[in-house]
T-cell receptor, first 113, second 114 residues
């Protein structure tokens, strides 16, 4: 089955700095990679996703990059703000997983004002 | 309507109780999921319904019993739970079980078993 690893587990940055979270996956057939943000006590919310036919995708201050050869993908948040503080989960899915998501272990991001 | 609605938001139950969690979506999504999430851990898949049929059961104990009465509703029936079953139970839906789309999660039911 698919195995998704996520690093770091905790990350603290100063407001205005950038944050990068990295994930690796094991199944080369995985073709869809969403990122979820979960604030304390709230539901996970999809913030950005990328498919395997694309190398990079941006949405305002958030971007995701995908390296299929190395089987890793990363979330980049620029100009961080205190409201970016949350737990971020990456996930991978594809035909070999029945299109079910395998989640990474999560990164707790703290943006220090 | 672009939401997944879960009720109740909080539930405290004894180990001998029977209770049910409810989930509803009106987005026309044909895949619905139950996840269990412990604090600071990723969601763990429990059950998947595709076109109202149970397609995946991730070896969940029989004290958890899912039900999908129609394409908009998903229930999780609970009976004889253990304290270690205390967790946030998340319902999710996605557009097409055969394709990769992002999930929409409900707000969850925070379950405490005493």
């Amino acid at each position: 089955g698919e195995n998704v690893e996520q690093h770091p587990s905790t990350l603290s940055v100063q407001e205005g700095d950038s944050a990068v979270i990295k994930c690796t996956y094991s199944d080369s057939a995985s073709n869809y990679f969403p990122w979820y943000k979960q604030e304390l006590g709230k539901r996970p919310q999809l913030i950005i996703d990328i498919r395997s036919n694309v190398g990079e995708k941006k949405d305002q201050r958030i971007a995701v990059t995908l390296n299929k050869t190395a089987k890793h993908f990363s979330l980049h948040i620029t100009e961080t703000q205190p409201e970016d503080s949350a737990v971020y989960f990456c996930a991978a899915s594809g035909p070999n997983t029945g299109n079910q998501f395998y989640f990474g272990t999560g990164t707790s991001l703290t943006v220090i004002p | 309507d672009t939401e997944v609605t879960q009720t109740p938001k909080h539930l405290v139950m004894g180990m001998t109780n029977k209770k049910s969690l409810k989930c509803e979506q009106h987005m026309g999504h044909r895949a619905m999921y139950w996840y269990k999430q412990k604090a600071k851990k990723p969601p763990e898949l429990m059950f998947v319904y595709s076109y109202e049929k149970l397609s995946i059961n991730e070896s969940v104990p029989s004290r958890f019993s899912p039900e999908c009465p129609n394409s908009s509703l998903l229930n999780l029936h609970l009976h004889a739970l253990q304290p270690e079953d205390s967790a946030l139970y998340l319902c999710a839906s996605s557009q097409d079980p055969g394709k990769n789309y992002g999930y929409t999660f409900g707000s969850g039911t925070r379950l405490t078993v005493v």
